[in-house]
């Protein structure tokens, strides 16, 4: 239990310190990637990592209901701010935020920052979890673009470079939620020649949320698995503070249960992205993805203490 009330006191994700006073490494580190070049359609997601922060200061009243843990008291977690980028260069932004991960100690959990930001997460972590990670994938898109309206890097394109690129292993890597207009060809080139699992947000909706932990644990296996997650995943009634909304989205409770059942996977890493405080509700969307985030944490904090 936190000692102040929730609008009171410092505005990082969970109140969480800068660095440990102990100068012991973190469990977990969080950063801000104010990043939005890479959008497609309605920028905004630079406010994110701060809309993100803010909401997340209401879940410091307790412990997970179910869980029975506190990532802040279970966990070492810091949150080491934001992440430089170089302001209105994509490219030059993307080859910085990669640098910057490198150095980054303790388990990763990325604020962003639109969907770009992934790609060079996953290019920096490489080298510690190794190639051919599997992708855990909430989104309304499958963002596996070849090229981003002209450009080679942007938000629709991530995983095309990180399939590419070898960073992931797309026949073991699953996108829930999936719902967008797409060409066939990007279709095809995802599910047929790519190999991703897809399960659209209409096959959640109706075949349950219980086929869908049963797929991801399919798909994945004992892999090291980077949950990277689009708010956009959501449906826009409840994550409607987003650049590229499409409807018949996961409500926060499937996506909630989903998650809360993965906890035995081979977690290395997370990322929250597209969440746009400005075309937001009543901070319904920030929660959200505050939430989701924390729920991680706690999947985190439950494993370090068996
Ligand atoms: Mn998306």
């Known amino acids: 239990m936190n000692d102040q009330p929730t609008f009171s006191g410092r505005r990082t994700f969970l109140q969480f310190p800068d660095q440990l006073s102990d100068g012991q490494r973190p469990d977990v580190t969080v950063v801000g990637i104010p990043f939005d070049l890479g959008t497609t359609n309605r920028p905004g997601c630079r406010f994110g990592p701060a809309g993100i922060r803010e909401a997340s200061l209401m879940l410091l009243d307790g412990d997970h209901p179910e869980l029975r843990v506190n990532p802040g008291e279970d966990l070492r977690c810091i949150d080491a701010g934001d992440l430089d980028i170089a302001n209105g260069y994509l490219e030059k932004s993307v080859d910085m935020i990669e640098g910057q991960v490198r150095g980054i100690d303790g388990h990763l959990v990325a604020l962003g920052g639109d969907h770009t930001v992934t790609l060079p997460i996953l290019r920096a972590q490489a080298e510690r979890h190794g190639k051919g990670v599997s992708l855990l994938h909430f989104d309304a898109h499958v963002d596996t673009w070849k090229e981003n309206f002209g450009g080679p890097v942007g938000h629709g394109t991530p995983f095309h470079y990180a399939a590419q690129e070898g960073l992931i292993d797309p026949k073991r890597s699953i996108q829930i939620g999936i719902r967008s207009p797409v060409d066939n060809d990007v279709m095809d080139y995802t599910t047929d020649e790519l190999g991703f699992h897809v399960v659209s947000a209409e096959q959640v909706h109706t075949g349950g949320v219980e086929a869908v932990v049963a797929a991801v644990k399919k798909t994945v296996g004992d892999n090291a ?40 996977l081979n977690l290395v890493s997370m990322d929250m992205v597209e969440v746009a405080p400005a075309y937001d509700q009543a901070q319904i969307t920030s929660l959200a993805a505050a939430t989701f985030v924390w729920t991680y944490l706690c999947l985190l904090a439950v494993k370090k203490n068996k």
């Open 225 to 264: 698995v980077y949950l990277t997650f689009d708010i956009d995943g959501i449906d826009p009634s409840q994550a409607p503070g987003t650049g590229t909304p499409e409807v018949g989205g996961l409500f926060t409770w499937q996506a909630l249960a989903i998650m809360k059942k993965l906890g035995d």
